[in-house]
């Protein structure tokens, strides 16, 4: 009570000054700022809902390749110029991989794993999903064969021959409704493309929007981009256009299971029920590649991004990125992911239990879930505006 008794003093007799500063803050306002705000927690959940209804999404299936058009027609709904990378994919025998730790004791990635571990793995039962429903919409087999993914641009007015690739991957697996994995990056991703391609929206560099689709199968959908569009980088097509469909690339920003960071598992094998009040952001680059210096670089970035404009939850920078759509361009240019949790030592110790199976539905999450997914889509709005030089014109 005290408090504000001397707030309301102080307001009182420095009430001059503070309306000064007002007025200046009011003339100079944050255009990032304004950006930010513009994410939205209920338009953020909505987008994630609309991928469930495509049940798991698995690569190679009608669901999948339905999953593909709608995004299509989203980004297109908000402005966002669109193109698709096809390739073909033809998966080889099953025997022989699998992910967890070697012989080293360390996980995937290079961390060191510490405290109560449960199982994961990925659910290949269609009986494990309770929902009829939801089991029937799953029920179609993955066939070998084309693939296709989508990505749009938002191009830069000053430099269009450079840019910034913000991912995520649309495919998942485990016969539930992949809201976590990945439907929240892909949302993530989607409403960047959204708010980045307002018509009073300008970047000076170009952003490229890319829903990565064979994440779950190896990252294939990545790789195949690599393959087709590395050499085209900075190439202006046809010449003297001013158009470059390969920007060069500066860096590239994954997102990837970003809702659900209770915490480890309990002595007994449950879960918290609760996001934990301590979740964060983790930001991740793999301190084994040939880019190291400079993924941590862009990692610090996002990270200092985050306590500017992230509402609720920190970022924690780590050096473990693995398994993820970042991978393939890590000895090439900076790269980095974002997690709601660390993908080796955390995620693979079971601290998602939802992780490919059946529960990875909409009804598990509820708002503080949401709300850290809402947290990184902040982070990664307010790092590649500041990186690309974006404005919001009068
Ligand atoms: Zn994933």
Redesign the pocket.
Known sequence: MRSSILTIVCLTCIGGTLTTARAQNAAVPDPVQTMVGRLDLEKYKATVKGLTQFGDRRQGTDRNRAAVDWIEAQLKSYGCPTDRIKYVYDPPPAAGRGRGRGNTGLAVGGGRPRGDRIPTGVNTDPMKQPDERLRALNMQPTTPGPREMVYCTKVGTTHPEEMYIVGG?MDGHGWGEAAN??GSGTALVMELARVFSAPDVQTERTIRFALWNN??TGTQGARAYIDQRQALQGRENPAGSGKYPEPKWLGMIQH??MMFDHGMPLPDGTMRKEQRAEADVNIEFQSNSKMAAESQKLAWVLEAANEKYATDYPAAVGPHMTN?DSGPFQDLIPAISLRENERGVQIGNGWDPQWHQPTDVFATYNDKDFRLGLNAAQTTLGAVAGLTGATIKK
């Open positions: 991957h994995d990945d994440e779950e990837d299971m993820t």
